[in-house]
């Protein structure tokens, strides 16, 4: 035991430093003793201390190794504590070296000098002899054959390259001794040296640690020497063998010249006697189940059916999936389909098509990039006959009654003429009982939905719709693309009195829309004009009693507004339920700014008011006012607005002075479009009005009148 006296400003401590160890599970802790004094010598109160522990590679300065903290109990100044049962040694120390050992009061520096660890501590090292990781060399013949238990040596075990030929002893390794999934123990039980030999024309080679073996020309028996293909039917791999793979050409081509006109059978024929299908093709990628091809004048493909009481359709198609059940193609100048019906009493139809699925029934594509193609093309000589018929059956749902389109540059996906002129007949007519069907609709990169009346006189429509349901739209456009400028609906009209765009809302009651623009781009907008004119509008609204034009939300308005007053309206703030607030507009014959506030002066009766630092870059012809607070005094403007301040002086100290200071703006925009004061009218104005009640006269000395044509809501009806 060691006795050492430290002195901590007015404590001294003695510390006793003992440690024990055992050789069987070595614990990573020391035991430490020591007696906590005045600088009297006397012992401390009995009672709790905070003492922090470290362990350092150095007497002064180094490296800290290790610390922990504790609350150790005192009795007559003597306490006892383990070392390491906070924060354990292990891993920090290898006691392999010097340490030094601090301690530390709370509230107290720490005490020097530091205490150098003894002998007793580096018995912990002893624990390294419980591995082999201090084992430098083995001298050789130490480790025998008795000593290496079964099935430890392993691959993992052994760091390559160390051990040579000379290092192992001969016949001292034997398969008991190598653990499984190492070496290749035996082949077929025989071991040592084992010698393959090859017969019958056979063959073996090695390269490396691969062996082959090669049957060859003569061995494998007397089976098919060899394998023709006459007709090109067949894929043959390695006709002649010992291995030969035969699989028929896909595709694959009969031909032959057969001559039966009175059954129209060819070269290939499959019959079926039970409820299945003598043809059954499958295909499970983006082909053709199956495919007829007609290079001649005859016919691709025929179904007939010969028993006159078979009710079946001789052709069908089905699909599960989103393809087409039938589908004909024609490269020529002869129809890709023909269905007919000869027997007039029948009132079937020639041509079927049913799909369950979301594809088409029936599909007719005219892939001509050019010319007038046809997709579908149907004629009827009844006077109550349909050219083509399209019915959709769902009583809900996105369907369609005909679907229409073409490829081609100048085509139509759906095209309809009335010859006649006169009566009300339809060129298109699509009619829908689905809640949410469309009795026309067209989709097309440019134009969706094209009209075109043209009779050069009249009232006449290039598109008119009409919905009687309470929330239907006459015409609805949309346009679902998210981004670019594009147009839901887009009007253009070559007359001097023409309407691009017209829209009537006949109610008198309800929120009715002659017109409504909604956009759901970032970019899009829900109403869009534009006038090229100079005396024109872009946007013309105009109302007798309500709203010429009404904003729900902020307005940008990037040119110069014009107006023939102003003001805020807002709810009042007494009785918001009931009333409304007004306030005017201030308004100035130049672009003025007006900035104000209020200052209190200091002890020298003055003050420096500082504006924005854009100040001085908007504003010029700047005009000051003054105004005391509560008292009086001769201030005046000592210096001008310069580098966004200006200074006021002639006060006293605490003196609250209201200013105001006013300027014109000369930025670049204002530079360049100032509002004149005075303008005089142009040709067509000139005599006329912007509020002629206000002048005792009546709206048809009014300027709007130049725009406004009043329309007769009795007459300009379509006759439906």
Known sequence: ????????????????????????????????????????????????????????????????????????????????????????????????????????????????????????????????????????????????????????????????????????????????????????????????????????????????????????????????????????TLNITNPNGPTATINLKVPLTLSD????????????????????????????????????????????????????????????????????????????????????????SNSQAALTGETNGSGTAVNGSATSASGATTGVYGLSASTSGRGVIGFASASSGTTYGILGQTNSPGGYGVYGLATSSSGSNYGLYGESNSSTGRGVQGVSPYLGTYGRAEATTGVNYGVYGRSNSTEGYGVFGINAATTGYNYGIYGETNSPNGRAVYGLADGTTGSAFGVYGNSKSANGTGVYGVCNGAGGYGVFGSAITGYAGYFAGRVNVEGTLSKGAGSFKIDHPLDPENKYLYHSFVESPDMMNIYNGNIVLNERGEATILLPDWFDALNKDFRYQLTCIGGFANIYIAEKVNKNKFKIAGGYNGLEVSWQVTGIRKDAFAEKNRIPVEEDKIDNEKGKYIHPEAFGLSKKHGINELNLQHDDTSENKIIE
Not at 171 to 176: A, D, E, L, V
Not at 300 to 327: D, K, M, P, Y
Request: glycine letters at 12%.
């Open 1 to 232: 035991m060691k006795k050492c006296a430290f002195f901590l400003t007015n404590i001294f401590i003695i510390v006793i430093v003992t440690c024990t160890t055992v050789l069987s599970q070595i614990p990573y802790k020391l035991s430490y003793q020591g007696i906590l004094t005045d600088t009297l010598g006397y012992s401390l109160a009995d009672g709790e201390w905070g003492i922090t522990f470290r362990l350092y590679d150095s007497h002064a300065g180094g490296n800290q190794l290790w610390t922990e903290s504790k609350q150790i109990q005192t009795n007559r100044g003597l306490f006892s504590t383990i070392l390491g049962d906070v924060n354990s040694l292990e891993g920090a120390t290898r006691f392999d070296k010097p340490y030094w050992l601090s301690l530390q009061l709370s509230g107290q520096s720490e005490m020097l000098p530091r205490i150098q660890l003894t002998a007793v501590g580096y018995s912990l090292n002893s624990i390294r002899s419980d591995t082999a990781k201090t084992v430098i060399s083995i001298p050789d013949g130490i480790v025998t054959e008795s000593k290496i238990a079964n099935n430890t040596i392993s691959s993992q075990k052994i760091v390559d390259g160390t051990i040579s030929t000379a290092d192992i002893a001969n016949n001292s390794i034997t398969t008991t001794k190598i653990a499984s999934g190492q070496v290749v123990k035996s082949l077929n039980n025989l071991k040592d040296n084992i010698i393959l030999s090859a017969e019958g024309g056979a063959s073996i080679t090695s390269s490396g640690d691969t062996i082959k073996i090669n049957a060859g020309s003569g061995g494998g028996g007397t089976g098919i020497q060899g394998v023709q293909n006459t007709n090109n």
């Open 257 to 344: 010249s057969l001559q039966n006109t009175a059954y129209e059978r060819g070269v290939f024929k499959t019959s079926n006697h039970g409820t299945g299908s003598a043809i059954y093709g499958v295909q499970t990628s983006s082909g053709k189940s199956i495919y007829g091809l007609n290079t001649g004048t005859g016919k691709a493909g025929v179904f007939s059916i010969e028993n006159a009481s078979n009710t079946q359709v001789a052709l069908t198609g089905e699909t599960n999936g989103t393809g087409r059940a039938i589908f004909a193609n024609q490269t020529g100048t002869g129809r890709a389909l023909h269905a007919q019906i000869n027997n007039a």
